[in-house]
């Protein structure tokens, strides 16, 4: 019999949760961005759509830093540039 696959993220110990949305994710009306709702949120934060991770950070990281980490955790992005690329 088949294992259920695991879709709930572990959170390891000192991780922060972190939500990377997609410029499609985010409605705009007469100059103003609002985020999701609740239900998309709870969409955009399922495994395979690769937008959800915990990621660890500390107080000595300086914004490279911190996004080097970023990177690593969410690879479909590039952070650096502001793309995004398709799973």
């Known amino acids: ?5 695991n879709t709930v993220v ?11 949305l ?3 994710d ?10 999701p709702t609740t239900i998309e949120m709870a969409r955009i934060k399922k ?3 690769g937008q959800y991770q915990y990621v660890k950070f500390s107080n000595d990281m300086d914004e490279e ?3 080097d980490e970023l990177q690593k955790k ?6 650096k540039n502001g793309r995004y690329g398709h799973f």
């Open 74 to 79: 969410f690879p479909a992005f590039d952070l």
């Open 47 to 49: 495994p395979d759509r």
């Open 22 to 24: 997609k410029n499609d």
């Open 1 to 5: 019999m088949e294992q259920p696959v």
């Open 10 to 20: 572990e959170r390891p110990k000192g991780s922060r949760p972190v939500i990377l």
């Open 26 to 35: 985010c409605e705009r009306k007469a100059g103003k961005v609002y985020l």
């Open 65 to 67: 830093m911190v996004k």
